[in-house]
């Protein structure tokens, strides 16, 4: 299905700044993005969209279920494609990595747990902090 396909079908007009930022995020190296990062990428492309479309256009994107919005930093949202499947990520305090990772152990335990004190889970999110070991981070250097 193309991506202005997928836009209509979600009740958005593909309007070039929406079709771009979904290709950013479908092409991108990495999976998690700010706003900040779609419009430095879109810049280096050539594409003259604004900084204050790249945040509309982020939030339309994520009400439609295209994204996914993300707060591992104070203060800093970042943004991923729904695929529609569930997972939780650790965060590198040093070097801003993020690393997607599925664990159905843990998920049954999160279940347990919200079960014995009453909850039935709805959504969740599970996000783990710490710092990468990998002696020759490529994401260290690419926040030097």
């Given at each position: 299905?193309?991506?202005?396909t997928e836009l209509r079908?979600?009740?958005l007009k593909a309007t070039l700044p929406r079709l771009q930022i979904?290709?950013?995020?479908?092409?991108?190296?990495?999976?998690?993005l700010t706003a900040e990062e779609v419009?430095?990428?879109?810049?280096k492309?050539?594409?003259?969209v604004g900084l204050a479309t790249v945040y509309?256009?982020?939030?339309q994107l994520q009400q439609a279920g295209l994204l996914k919005q993300a707060n591992f930093e104070a203060g800093r949202a970042v943004y991923e494609l729904d695929d529609g499947t569930h997972h939780d990520h650790l965060v590198c305090t040093t070097c801003g990595r993020v690393q997607e990772f599925h664990d159905e152990a843990v998920e049954q335990r999160q279940r347990l747990i919200a079960s014995e004190h009453g909850f039935d889970v709805v959504e969740h999110s599970h996000i783990l902090y710490g710092r990468c070991t990998t002696p020759q981070c490529e994401h260290?250097?690419?926040?030097a």
């Amino acid at each position: 299905m193309s991506d202005s396909t997928e836009l209509r079908n979600r009740g958005l007009k593909a309007t070039l700044p929406r079709l771009q930022i979904l290709e950013i995020f479908q092409k991108a190296d990495l999976r998690h993005l700010t706003a900040e990062e779609v419009y430095r990428l879109l810049f280096k492309q050539g594409h003259e969209v604004g900084l204050a479309t790249v945040y509309r256009v982020l939030t339309q994107l994520q009400q439609a279920g295209l994204l996914k919005q993300a707060n591992f930093e104070a203060g800093r949202a970042v943004y991923e494609l729904d695929d529609g499947t569930h997972h939780d990520h650790l965060v590198c305090t040093t070097c801003g990595r993020v690393q997607e990772f599925h664990d159905e152990a843990v998920e049954q335990r999160q279940r347990l747990i919200a079960s014995e004190h009453g909850f039935d889970v709805v959504e969740h999110s599970h996000i783990l902090y710490g710092r990468c070991t990998t002696p020759q981070c490529e994401h260290r250097r690419r926040t030097a």
